[in-house]
């Protein structure tokens, strides 16, 4: 009975050590795919599968994303509050833009490279989500409701072919968006995902992710 307790003891300072290295954690790495895909990603299809891979380029190791006519995505559960990790950072790289594209119509409802935080309901149809994407028409900055389902608010970090085959490093106050898009203070976030798709359009797209990962404090906002 004596070990029993010790174990219950053992398992409690484990659970506390934890969430005191968690509390005061200043960054807390998503994915930077060095050692593969880590596990704890699951695939999400729609409509067909999109190809995620983990490659080398140079010394570096990322997500390489092939889609052509298809829509899947890889979603990384992970309950965190926007209030101590407001900052969300990752780099991309895409090799084309969606000629099609189009984020105010269904049939353009396609995107080279996304990354969003999805904010999980009970009642999922009031599930909501903030995707950050390379738009093709959407000016930069600005930001429309998905022409499928309203409470998913679709933000044009980068937009156009201009900086098509540069890795690009993204910094954004998550926080900040959601209050600025909804109107109202964020809830907890669920997951993180990523998604390149191409069924709408039918077209090819190529991209790529890299050093996913979120931060407790607000530095300086810069491109």
């Given at each position: 009975?004596?070990?029993?307790?010790?174990?219950?003891?053992?398992?409690?300072?484990?659970?506390?050590?934890?969430?005191?290295?968690?509390?005061?954690?200043?960054?807390?790495?998503?994915?930077?795919?060095?050692?593969?895909?880590r596990?704890?990603?699951?695939?999400?299809?729609?409509?067909?599968?999109?190809?995620?891979?983990v490659?080398?380029?140079?010394?570096?190791?990322?997500?390489r994303?092939?889609?052509?006519?298809?829509?899947?995505?890889?979603?990384?559960?992970?309950?965190?509050?926007?209030?101590?990790?407001?900052i969300?950072?990752?780099?991309?790289?895409?090799?084309?833009?969606?000629?099609k594209?189009?984020?105010?119509?269904?049939?353009?409802?396609?995107?080279?490279?996304?990354?969003?935080?999805?904010?999980?309901?009970?009642?999922?149809?009031?599930?909501k989500?903030?995707?950050?994407?390379?738009?093709n028409?959407?000016?930069k900055?600005?930001?429309?409701?998905?022409?499928?389902?309203?409470?998913?608010?679709?933000?044009?970090?980068?937009?156009?072919?201009?900086?098509?085959?540069?890795?690009?490093?993204?910094?954004?106050?998550?926080?900040?968006?959601?209050?600025?898009?909804?109107?109202?203070?964020?809830?907890?976030?669920?997951?993180?995902?990523?998604?390149?798709?191409?069924?709408?359009?039918?077209?090819?797209?190529?991209?790529?992710?890299?050093?996913?990962?979120?931060?407790?404090?607000?530095?300086?906002?810069?491109?």
């Amino acid at each position: 009975m004596r070990y029993h307790w010790v174990l219950i003891f053992l398992a409690f300072l484990f659970a506390f050590s934890l969430a005191f290295t968690q509390a005061i954690q200043r960054v807390v790495i998503i994915d930077d795919f060095e050692k593969g895909l880590r596990p704890g990603w699951e695939i999400k299809r729609f409509e067909g599968e999109t190809d995620y891979r983990v490659v080398k380029e140079g010394d570096n190791y990322v997500l390489r994303a092939e889609s052509t006519g298809t829509a899947s995505g890889l979603i990384y559960k992970f309950r965190y509050s926007l209030k101590e990790y407001p900052i969300l950072t990752w780099r991309w790289k895409v090799e084309n833009i969606l000629l099609k594209g189009d984020a105010s119509k269904k049939e353009g409802d396609d995107y080279p490279a996304r990354i969003y935080v999805i904010f999980p309901h009970w009642f999922p149809p009031l599930t909501k989500s903030i995707n950050y994407i390379w738009a093709n028409r959407l000016p930069k900055d600005s930001h429309v409701p998905n022409t499928y389902y309203s409470k998913a608010i679709m933000i044009a970090v980068e937009s156009g072919p201009f900086r098509v085959g540069q890795w690009i490093t993204e910094r954004r106050d998550v926080y900040e968006d959601y209050r600025r898009v909804f109107g109202e203070e964020p809830p907890e976030a669920g997951a993180i995902a990523i998604m390149t798709d191409t069924d709408q359009t039918g077209e090819h797209a190529i991209a790529y992710y890299d050093d996913i990962r979120i931060e407790r404090y607000r530095p300086e906002m810069t491109n």
